[in-house]
């Protein structure tokens, strides 16, 4: 390259560098708050004063303070809903508003787009893996950059699209103390899961694939990384509203723009997408699957308070907890409004499930090592679904008395199994993908 055209392209770098910074330099900075900082911000805003005390509860026989939950089919204004175009087009729009407004936020209807990049792709003759980065437009607010990043596996001798399920995940990092957790035993093959195939092991061999989405690529799971993130990005750095949406929302827009590709892809059958999570990724993919009805099944493992499990069933984690400071980013602001006051929630977790219907939904816990998610309140979600489910000319689990663990309820299509064992979602996927394949595969 001549002396000329390096000076000329130099010269081009710099006024690129500088329109840049001037595009900048007129900006905000994000806001930098601390999680305790910005949850008295939200708690100021809503005019809370404190958040009640409240100990997680290990005593089923005061489990139950609030028993009556809000009917699914029953209108705000009192009428019963008599069919489907009834659920479809009155009663399920006010369920969601609830859900949008109070419990996990509202997803905005503008966000930006996302471009994804194909930044690896090796073929080692059994499977196809490639690595995904999913670029999302920043030119509204550039000081806050966000880049998803998904793993597909698929295998290399399929004969065509395959079915595909996408967990979420991310480096964990834990939050409570070990002394709030309940004392359990040496780790086993009962807690920890068996020792055989892997769940992508067991996917590979159905000839189906898998995902893997990591979820603090999209919003970090803390409250003081609210101002960055895709909820930072397009609040372009400032603090939420209190009907903004947490970061379980903002996982599941993440997961619905990692479908976006899928669609894309001739390697992936987009009808036959599913979703996979474990506890608090539990928790997103059962908010993902009831706010993007693109997603064609859902398998939530343990994802208790906040998740699956009825919030007025007062067993393991208790709501004030998720409404703390530890949590409390997973929500809305108006979340927090329900710490202490159970009985005024408009919506419970059993209409969670219900927004997801007639798809198939499968929710699982463990017994008494895992009594923190809740396994009996995660079923009485499931009974309390069950009607949405028939309305909708689908079954339901087909029983209202709790099954004994490692009984497995999967002949309806929202089913149900209390595994023996910890937190864990391993012991529950051999069943899963039974449950499945009634849904997936050639002729479904």
Not at 192 to 216: D, E, H, K, R, V
Not at 383 to 407: C, H, I, R, S
Request: negative net charge; charged residues 20%; contains cysteine.
């Amino acid at each position: 390259m001549s002396v000329k055209r390096s000076l000329y392209f130099l010269a081009l770098f710099a006024i690129v560098c500088s329109v840049h910074a001037a595009s900048t330099d007129n900006l905000p900075p994000p806001v930098t708050l601390s999680a305790a900082a910005d949850h008295r911000r939200l708690m100021d805003l809503l005019h809370i004063a404190t958040i009640p005390s409240h100990p997680d509860n290990y005593d089923e026989a005061i489990a139950n303070p609030y028993p009556n939950l809000p009917d699914p089919l029953v209108m705000n204004d009192g009428t019963k809903v008599t069919s489907a175009d009834m659920w479809w087009n009155q009663r399920r729009p006010e369920i969601l508003e609830y859900f949008e407004r109070e419990i996990y936020g509202r997803t905005p209807k503008e966000t930006p787009t996302v471009k994804w990049e194909v930044v690896s792709n090796v073929n080692d003759g059994k499977t196809i893996t490639k690595q995904l980065v999913g670029h999302v437009d920043n030119s509204s607010y550039p000081l806050v950059s966000v880049n998803i990043a998904v793993t597909l596996v698929t295998p290399t001798d399929a004969k065509g699209p395959v079915p595909v399920i996408m967990q979420l995940w991310a480096p964990f990092v834990p939050r409570r103390s070990a002394a709030s957790i309940p004392a359990r035993p040496p780790p086993t093959t009962a807690t920890t899961g068996p020792s055989g195939p892997t769940w992508q092991q067991q996917l590979l061999t159905l000839g189906w694939g898998y995902a893997m989405i990591n979820t603090s690529t999209i919003q970090a799971d803390n409250g003081a990384g609210l101002t960055s993130g895709i909820i930072g990005l397009v609040n372009k750095g400032q603090p939420r509203a209190v009907d903004d949406w947490g970061a379980l929302a903002a996982w599941g827009w993440g997961c619905s723009r990692a479908l976006d590709y899928f669609q894309t892809d001739p390697a992936v059958n987009a009808k036959e997408v599913g979703l996979e999570g474990h506890s608090r990724w539990g928790k997103g993919a059962i908010v993902a699957m009831a706010l993007d009805p693109r997603f064609a099944i859902v398998y939530c493992s343990s994802s208790g308070e906040g998740g699956a499990k009825i919030h007025r069933h007062n067993y393991g984690e208790s709501l004030e907890a998720v409404a703390g400071v530890s949590e409390y980013h997973w929500m809305a602001g108006n979340f927090l409004k329900y710490a202490g006051h159970w009985d005024q929630l408009p919506v419970d977790s059993h209409e969670l499930i219900a927004l997801c219907a007639p798809r198939p939904v499968f929710i699982t816990g463990g017994t008494w090592a895992d009594r923190h998610a809740d396994a009996e309140g995660e079923f009485q979600a499931v009974v309390g679904a069950g009607p949405v489910y028939k309305l909708l000319g689908k079954q339901d689990a087909g029983t209202t008395e709790m099954p004994k663990p490692n009984v497995a309820l999967i002949d309806g299509d929202v089913a149900f199994r209390q595994h023996e064992g910890g937190h864990t979602d391993a012991l529950d996927w051999p069943t899963f993908l039974i449950f499945a394949q009634k849904y997936f595969g050639p002729g479904k």
